[in-house]
């Protein structure tokens, strides 16, 4: 697995590359935003671990301009107590964050997480719900005969949940299954993914119920938005 490590700091970026290097990952670390970008879009990265200050270009915007051409794992690195980058990388389609300082134990196993999340898994098959078919093997999605353009992240959800159709699939249990860790009060990841499959994914009728205080339920019709 090839990471690409991109921040600023030169003695973070040698102890996470020795690090994860030591875990079997193969490493890269760049400390500059043009750069990064040039790097990222060129793929063949697994992962990117992205911090969000950074000289050139901020992660921010190398986040928003790979979004328009990969959808390839994005873990943001960002200030502790900075709720507002958490939530702008999010919408940006970050698939994970972490607040600095950090353990290195925590990051590889977020990295550990995510990659799990993303390995292509063809044994598992098609399933269409409400007019909406999702594809494991291609990662493709399908609403009323157009593909939708949605990130790793936002795919891992939407098959839980149409697996699940009209069961109800609690937020912490996403967040144990995608995340491997347990959700808090503050913690708004899955709310804000799953706004972006709503937008994505409700031109013409409701597809994903919110049951309040508990977690979200894929319609397995129209009717079944409105319903209860």
């Known amino acids: 697995m090839r990471l690409l490590i991109v921040d600023d700091d030169v003695e973070l970026c040698s102890l996470l590359k020795e690090f994860l290097e030591r875990e079997g990952y193969s490493v890269l670390c760049v400390h500059e935003g043009h750069a990064a970008l040039d790097l990222a879009q060129q793929g063949g ?6 911090d969000v200050m950074l000289p050139g270009l901020d992660g921010f915007e190398i986040l928003k301009r790979l979004r328009l051409s990969s959808r390839v794992p994005v873990l943001m690195l960002t200030a502790r107590g900075q709720d507002v980058d958490r939530i702008v990388g999010l919408e940006l389609g970050a698939d994970d964050y972490l607040p600095k300082p950090f353990n290195p134990r925590e990051l590889s196993a977020r990295v550990k997480a995510i990659l ?15 007019g909406v078919l999702l594809d494991p093997g291609s ?16 795919f891992d959800i939407l098959e839980q949940l149409m697996r699940n159709a009209g069961r109800v699939v609690s937020r912490d249990g996403l967040m144990e299954s995608l995340y491997n860790r347990k959700s808090t009060p503050f913690d708004r990841s899955i709310d804000m993914h799953v706004s972006h499959l709503r937008r994505k994914l409700e031109s013409s009728r409701p597809v994903i119920k919110t049951i309040r205080g508990v977690g979200y339920q894929f319609c397995q019709s129209p009717e079944d938005a409105v319903a209860g």
């Open 116 to 130: 799990r999340r993303t390995e292509t898994k063809s044994n598992r098959g098609r399933v269409e719900v409400n």
């Open 139 to 154: 990662r493709e999605v399908i609403c009323d005969g157009k593909a939708v353009e949605v990130t790793t992240l936002e």
């Open 45 to 50: 990265y697994d992962l990117i671990i992205l």
